[in-house]
């Protein structure tokens, strides 16, 4: 059945380590986006994508990058230049003016 | 720069009772609103939408409101329930044809009491 994807559920990241998040949807939705979750805060978009081989940044995406060379898939990258990681990430799609579709997040930690 | 503001961190609001959620926004190009309920350690899901072109929207019992003017939206939960229980984000984006850039709120945590 379609959905949007999100793995691993759970990721451990050691200091100055890059980690990728991964992100799939059979949704033939052209847009995805990241957003961040921290404890009692609402949810910041870190890059989102509205086609193919193109992506803009959001609000906070110093530290992260993504690729977007298929229209099913939109890794997220945190690399070491992100200062602080540990929150919980979400990926979404949506195929227009409509609602967005949630994957289930990913929790990161540093450890 | 909050665009989409949730002024209400928390709500609490008894079983049978009347749940108002309310949202602020301040781009004038946000022409397209969504609210999502979220539990913790999970993705959103989707509730309800309201485009600008209408001033209400109603989805058994969930209705959103829209005031343009005042840019301002709210989400009425009539009944609340106890499984209405979940921090609520308001969302906004342009409407420019395709998909664009979707902006959240800070979210309010409802609780429902018995």
């Known amino acids: 059945d379609g959905g949007i994807t999100q793995s691993p559920k759970y990721l451990f990241r050691k200091e100055g380590q890059n980690v990728t998040l991964s992100c799939e949807q059979n949704?033939?939705?052209?847009?995805m986006y990241w957003y961040r979750q921290d404890p009692g805060q609402g949810l910041r978009l870190i890059y989102y994508?509205?086609?193919?081989?193109?992506?803009q940044k959001g609000d906070i995406a110093e530290g992260y990058s993504v690729s977007r060379e298929k229209k099913e898939s939109f890794p997220l990258t945190v690399t070491s230049a992100q200062k602080n990681p540990t929150a919980f990430y979400l990926c979404?799609?949506?195929?227009?003016?409509?609602?967005?579709?949630f994957g289930q997040g990913t929790r990161l930690t540093v450890v | 720069d909050q665009q989409v503001k949730q002024n209400s961190p928390s709500l609490s609001v008894q079983e049978g009772r009347i749940s108002i959620l309310n949202c602020d926004y301040t781009?004038?190009?946000?022409?397209?609103f969504l609210w999502y309920k979220k539990y913790p350690a999970e993705g959103p899901t989707f509730l309800i939408s309201?485009?600008?072109?209408?001033d209400k929207n109603e989805d058994g019992r969930f209705t959103v409101f829209l005031n343009k003017s005042a840019k301002h939206l709210s989400l009425h939960i009539v009944p609340s329930q106890p499984g209405d229980s979940a921090v609520y984000f308001c969302?906004?984006?342009?409407?420019?044809?395709?998909?664009?850039?979707?902006?959240f709120g800070t979210g309010t945590r409802l609780q429902v009491t018995l």
């Open positions: 309201i485009s600008s072109i209408k």
């Open positions: 979404a799609s949506r195929g227009g003016i409509t609602e967005a579709f």
């Open positions: 949704l033939n939705h052209d847009a």
């Open positions: 994508s509205q086609i193919v081989n193109d992506f």
């Open positions: 969302a906004a984006s342009p409407y420019t044809g395709t998909a664009s850039k979707l902006t």
């Open positions: 781009n004038s190009m946000f022409d397209y």
